[in-house]
Structures are given as structure tokens and as C-alpha cells.
């Protein structure tokens, strides 16, 4: 998971990447970067860290130009530490070409094999961007048959890069001189949207990114969704072209962008993530009914904030006081999307503190948005219990993560995750609750997808089917030993 935004504008478009990375940050934290084209000259800076710690004065006078992307990242490939990891990533041919990605590639293997071996090209780093990038290039300089670049060549290089691909991807590129690319994998797995704004002057300006509130924000009109399969150009004069370049599109979008990673306030794939939490607290609620006597709780507690919209639906439908009973630090980032188990653990504390009157004899019934490694959750059910919790229920408002999700979060391991090969109960043990709650698979799916037309959703992470078909046990298993390494 990360965040990504490109700008086609009239005016210097530094300042509006910036502002669009800060509306960004929840969706990555381990570094950043911004590239600007001015003409045919490109300006990039990029470093680890948030936003606001990344980039200076310095930085935002050199980014020149009024055409723009940026990146902010959480690491699902390559190095967190390494800085020459952080996107955006650069080739000079055909013209000069930077790109960010949001996503995971399935196939890398053989990509990097193929970039070697077949296009004769040099990848220098662990990221699955760079490879991305190269095959992009590979496949533009194919169809170049002059000096000039129309978009019938881009789109029918993008057709070759979805061949060439597998697993999750939204893509936004610069191509030096000529415009801004912006595409999405065939199934539409990570989010992708088009904005559009008309000057004083009656001159349009563009932006994509990965949620509407970056859009909504900055005063630009929501377009639509960037289809799956679908690729955008738009030229520096702000002409916007598309065309469907993958042969079987299907929308399957990802659900734990509803469940955790995206920002309430937003809207993807025509769903509202607020209201579709709602919805999850609704059916979590008729699901707490059937398995918890309601005389086990006299309280219901969010974990703030993601889980705020599924706690008060909890606690309106059992007819329970709501009361918030953990503060949250709001100077520490999402533990779940920080680099490293130990830092996890040592950031909860600092993140969390139970206040004892809210805790002090009660039986505490505390919903979460989701459990992936169980890590977060057992130091808060611990933190409940020592501020005076008489029972502590524990409610999940999505299913168990029991298998690894290879479309662009960060859960590669099935050993890491604590709801693989346990039974709920279990688990609930494990936690050390005196009760466990799980949502349902079917009631997940159709919280999210209720009054749209949306079919099918990636939930790989709770029931081990893979939408892209291309996941096989000797690949998760490759994914376990590379990342445990």
C-alpha cells in the first residue's frame, strides 16, 4: 500500500503535490518522493521519512514545472531503510521517463530475469517499481517509430505491460515532453481516480490519485474511477485521452482498503469507505448477538480511528453505551504500516492509553477494524485489564487474516499472522479475551459492496483465493523465505 498523485496544471505544481502527499500519509510512511517536469527537464527529491520531515525549502524551489507526481511509501518490496528505494524511479529512454506505483508485483522472478536476459536492461534495486518502470520503457521504445510520440503507441505499450504483469498496480508516469501517463491493473486491485478542474480562463487542469478526499481537497471535480485495465494520457496543454488496453478487465477491487487503509472521508470504486463501515458495524453487531450474551457487555469501545464508524453501529444495533476509553497520540503513525515487528511493538504504548474510569469493573466489549498480526491487540486487551476491565470481549470488524496478501500489504508471512491454523477461540485465547468476535466473510463482501454494482472483491487475506490466478503455494512460499531471510 501506497499513496500516489499526479498533476497536470497551468500553474507550478510543487505545492500541490506537497499538500496532496500530506492528504496521502496514512497510506505510507517509510519514505517520499516528488518529480516535476519543466519542458523536457525533469526535478526530482525524494527521502525517508513522512512528508513534512522530508522536504525543505530548498527541495520545493528546485521542483519546477507544472506538471507533476509523487509517492509516499510503506514497503511491501524492497529495503525500508534504504533510501535509493524511495520512489519515484527514473530511465532516460525513450525520452526520459519517471514513474510511482502503488501495488505488488507476483511475478518478479521472472521479470528480472526476462529485463536481463531479453531487453538487456539494469535494475538496481529490490523494488518491483524499478522493474515496472523498465518493462514500461521497454515496451514504449518498441512502438516508437520517429522522433514523435502519439498516444496510440503509449496505449499499445501499456496493452504489451499488462501481458507482461502480474499482481496489483496503479501507475502514474512522466514522459518527458510529452504528458502524464496514469494506468491500473486489469482487476483494478489498488485504487486509481481522475479528477478534472477548469481554470478562470477556461483551461483545464488534471490530477489521479489514489482517493477522492486528495481531489475533493484540492478542488477539482471527480471525474470517475480509472477503469481497470484502463490507461489515461494527458499532454502538457491538458488534453485527456483514454482507451481500455487490457483484454479481459474485471473490477475486483481490494477490501482492506475499506476495512483499514483508506481515509473514511473517501470514496473509491463508487463506494463511500465511511458509509461502508458503517455497514460492517451492522453486521458485526447481529454476529456479536449470536455469540456474546449481551449482559457480557456493558460498554463498547473503539481502538480509534479506523474502527470508530463499526463501534458505533455495534453499539446502536445491541443497544450498549458507547464510550471511548483509549486515547490516541496523534503524533504517532499507524503502527500497523510502520517497517518492523519491534517497532510495532514499541510504538503501541505510545500510540494508546486506557483511561481507568472508563475501564474501572466493567466488561469491556472493544472493536477493532482488523487483526493481522495479533501484536497491537494483545498489548491493548492487557492495557484494558490493567486500567481495572472485568471481562474483556474482543470484536474484529473484519474476518481472520489467515493467509498472506500479495497485492500490495505488507502480510507476507502465514507465520506472523496469529489467526493462521488457530480457531477463533484460540485466537481469543491467545490475545488473552475473555471472548473473540470475527466478522463473516459474507457479511464483509457485502457490507462494502451493498447498492453497487460490484461483484467480487480481493478478500485473498481471509479466504486464500487469489483473483489474479497467478499465486501458487510455491510462490507464497518463496514470498515467506525471501521476507523471514
Known amino acids: 500500500m501506497c499513496g500516489i498523485v499526479g498533476i497536470v496544471s497551468t500553474e507550478p505544481v510543487n505545492q500541490q503535490v506537497y499538500d496532496s502527499l500530506l492528504l496521502l500519509q496514512h497510506r505510507g510512511q517509510d519514505s517520499t518522493g516528488i518529480a516535476t517536469a519543466d519542458g523536457?527537464?525533469?526535478?526530482?527529491?525524494?527521502?525517508?521519512?513522512?512528508?513534512?520531515?522530508?522536504?525543505?525549502?530548498?527541495?520545493?524551489?528546485?521542483?519546477?514545472?507544472?506538471?507533476?507526481?509523487?509517492?509516499?511509501?510503506?514497503?511491501t518490496k524492497g529495503a525500508a531503510e534504504r533510501e535509493e528505494e524511495a520512489q519515484p524511479f527514473y530511465v532516460n529512454a525513450p525520452y526520459g521517463i519517471i514513474l510511482v506505483h502503488n501495488g505488488n508485483l507476483t511475478n518478479t522472478r521472472e521479470l528480472s530475469e526476462d529485463l536481463f536476459r531479453i531487453d538487456r536492461r539494469h535494475v538496481n534495486s529490490t523494488s518491483d517499481t524499478e522493474m515496472l518502470l523498465n518493462v514500461l520503457a521497454t515496451e514504449l521504445q518498441g512502438q516508437i517509430t520517429g522522433l514523435d510520440l502519439d498516444p496510440d503507441q503509449v496505449f499499445a505499450a501499456v496493452e504489451q505491460v499488462h501481458e507482461r504483469v502480474e499482481g496489483s498496480y496503479a501507475v502514474i508516469a512522466l514522459i518527458a515532453g510529452h504528458g502524464l501517463l496514469a494506468f491500473r491493473d486489469p482487476f483494478g486491485i489498488r485504487p486509481l481516480i481522475l479528477g478534472r478542474r477548469v481554470t478562470s480562463k477556461g483551461k483545464e487542469e488534471w490530477i489521479v490519485a489514489s482517493e477522492s478526499l486528495v481531489l475533493e481537497n484540492g478542488d477539482y471535480e471527480i471525474v470517475r474511477d480509472v477503469e481497470p485495465g484502463e490507461a489515461i494520457f494527458i499532454t502538457l496543454d491538458g488534453q485527456m485521452i483514454?482507451?481500455?488496453?487490457?483484454?479481459?478487465?474485471?473490477?475486483?477491487p481490494c477490501s482492506f482498503e475499506y476495512v483499514y487503509l483508506a481515509r473514511p472521508d473517501s470514496v473509491m470504486n463508487g463506494i463511500s469507505v465511511y458509509e461502508s463501515r458503517l455497514r460492517m458495524g451492522d453486521r458485526l453487531a447481529d454476529t456479536i448477538a449470536k455469540h456474546m450474551p449481551l449482559g457480557d457487555a456493558d460498554v463498547v469501545m473503539p481502538i480509534p480511528d479506523s474502527s470508530r464508524p463499526s463501534a458505533m453501529q455495534v453499539a446502536q444495533k445491541l443497544g450498549i453505551e458507547y464510550r471511548e476509553g483509549f486515547y490516541k497520540n496523534r503524533y504517532v503513525g499507524r503502527t500497523f504500516i510502520m517497517p518492523g515487528q519491534?517497532?510495532?511493538?514499541?510504538?503501541?504504548?505510545?500510540?494508546?492509553?486506557?483511561?481507568?474510569?472508563?475501564?474501572?469493573?466493567?466488561?469491556?466489549?472493544?472493536?477493532?477494524?482488523?487483526?493481522?498480526?495479533?501484536?497491537?491487540?494483545?498489548?491493548?486487551?492487557?492495557?484494558?485489564?490493567?486500567?481495572?476491565?472485568?471481562?474483556?470481549?474482543?470484536?474484529?470488524?473484519?474476518?481472520?487474516?489467515?493467509?498472506?496478501?500479495?497485492?500490495?500489504?505488507?502480510?507476507?508471512?502465514?507465520?506472523?499472522?496469529?489467526?493462521?491454523?488457530?480457531k477463533i477461540p484460540e485466537i481469543g485465547a491467545e490475545l488473552g479475551a475473555d471472548h473473540m468476535i470475527y466478522q463473516e466473510v459474507a457479511d464483509l463482501q457485502a457490507a462494502i459492496t451493498e447498492g453497487t454494482s460490484i461483484e467480487a472483491l480481493d478478500l485473498s487475506c481471509f479466504t486464500g483465493e487469489y483473483v489474479t490466478g497467478t499465486v501458487s503455494e510455491e510462490y507464497l512460499g518463496w514470498v515467506e523465505q525471501t521476507q523471514l531471510s
Not at 381 to 408: E, L
Open 342 to 422: 519491534s517497532e510495532r511493538k514499541r510504538s503501541v504504548r505510545q500510540k494508546l492509553n486506557a483511561m481507568g474510569t472508563e475501564f474501572r469493573g466493567k466488561n469491556i466489549l472493544i472493536v477493532d477494524d482488523s487483526i493481522v498480526r495479533g501484536t497491537t491487540s494483545q498489548q491493548i486487551v492487557q492495557m484494558a485489564r490493567d486500567a481495572g476491565a472485568n471481562k474483556v470481549t474482543f470484536a474484529s470488524a473484519a474476518p481472520p487474516v489467515r493467509f498472506p496478501h500479495v497485492y500490495g500489504i505488507n502480510m507476507p508471512s502465514r507465520q506472523e499472522l496469529i489467526a493462521h491454523d488457530r
Open 40 to 75: 523536457p527537464v525533469f526535478h526530482m527529491a525524494k527521502a525517508r521519512g513522512q512528508v513534512r520531515e522530508a522536504f525543505r525549502t530548498r527541495d520545493m524551489r528546485s521542483l519546477m514545472g507544472n506538471i507533476g507526481l509523487g509517492h509516499v511509501r510503506y514497503t
Open 242 to 252: 483514454s482507451r481500455q488496453c487490457a483484454k479481459n478487465p474485471r473490477l475486483v
